[in-house]
């Protein structure tokens, strides 16, 4: 059995990052099973940039109090 070596998560995710950034560096990215990884990585990655939908949105205008 071979010898397990602990990881920390950060440089593990970092690697991978740098590893699907380097490979999808070309401009046109196929249908092979690493664009498709990197297309997915990044959705969830800029998914908190994207504008909130209408339903999730809280209006606070009236609960606030206006100083006179």
Known sequence: MAPQIA????DVMREQL?????RTGH???CECAECRRYRR???LLLQ???APGRGQVVEIGPALVKAA
């Open 18 to 22: 740098e590893y699907l950034m380097d």
């Open 48 to 50: 908190i940039f994207e």
């Open 7 to 10: 990881a920390d998560e950060k």
């Open 41 to 43: 990585v990044r959705a």
């Open 27 to 29: 401009p046109v990215c």
